[in-house]
């Protein structure tokens, strides 16, 4: 069951409250970041012979980002046959070693994600795990303070996991789900940084059992991606056609990750104004 939750100070902001409990309570130590080794590339789930593990892939990729900075852009559209869009949910999130973070939130269609409101709707939120604020509403936002809620929400983590999805889904699971579901071919493969990097295509469209959003059953299923032989999936994407309250739809699904231990999160320039307020 999906409960609208409110966070404090922000109203009219809400998210499923199954988030998983904030991990931001226990500091956050950065570590060097290591070279990849050959031990590395064997557990990653992926080879020169394409994804052997999907599971091992979705863990190597966790563990790669668990102490590093990133960029992450999430975007799920749905459109009817027509090219109108039913539904549209878009994050952009930068994320520091110290979780320091700012999340940018888009929501539109007809039936959009009603997250923010009731869409269109557009917010951003910055927090460096002490001082939460947030500016709603576009072209005149307005600012104010808020406290994330007791399981998470409104947190850096949720933001990584649960908050760049508008359904029960993390990074994680979208990884293994897509990469177990869908077969895939190595189309290129070059070094970066001394680390392999490979393109990844799925052979021909396909019919899948995915988990989101609830298009069913999913035809047509096409997958890319660029993979790194250390398990880092830096871009992933969807594209497929199902139907959803019996319309038909077609649907895009993409993630990607950038600027892998180079992402800031500078205080925004309306922080004191967010801070300030009452």
């Not at 979208?174 to 940084?193: D, G, H, L, W, Y």
């Not at 096409?222 to 199902?242: F, I, M, N, P």
Request: charged share 25%.
């Amino acid at each position: 069951m999906i409960l609208l939750v409110v966070l404090t100070g922000c109203s009219g902001v809400g998210f499923d409250s199954d988030s998983p409990t904030d991990r931001s309570v226990e500091p956050v130590t950065p570590v060097p970041v290591p070279a990849a080794d050959p031990a590395t590339l064997r557990t990653s789930g992926i080879d020169d012979d394409g994804v052997s593990d999907p599971a091992a892939l979705a863990t190597a990729h966790g563990q790669w980002l668990a102490n590093r900075s990133y960029t992450l852009t999430s975007n799920q559209t749905v459109r009817y046959e027509n090219g109108t869009v039913r539904s549209q949910y878009t994050v952009h999130l930068r994320l520091t070693e110290d979780r320091t973070y700012h999340a940018a939130v888009r929501t539109g269609g007809v039936d959009g994600p009603k997250v923010l409101g009731e869409p269109p709707a557009y917010a951003e939120f910055w927090s460096d795990r002490e001082t939460y604020v947030r500016a709603f509403g576009e072209p005149d936002p307005r600012y104010n303070e808020f406290s994330p809620t007791a399981s998470g929400v409104g947190t850096w983590y949720f933001w990584a996991m649960t908050g760049s999805f508008t359904f029960r889904m993390t990074p994680g699971v979208m990884i293994q789900s897509s990469f177990s579901e869908v077969p895939t071919r190595i189309e290129t493969r070059r070094i970066e940084a001394g680390v392999p990097r490979y393109r990844l295509t799925s052979p021909e469209p396909t019919t899948a059992s995915l988990p989101f959003p609830d298009a069913v059953p999913a035809r047509n299923v096409s997958l890319t991606a660029e993979v790194d032989g250390t398990g880092l999936v830096r871009q992933l994407r969807l594209d497929y056609r199902g139907r959803i309250d019996e319309e038909p739809v077609v649907v895009t699904r993409r993630i990607s990750y950038t600027n892998v231990g180079s992402t800031d999160a500078d205080r925004p320039e309306w922080f004191d104004e967010a801070a300030d307020s009452t």
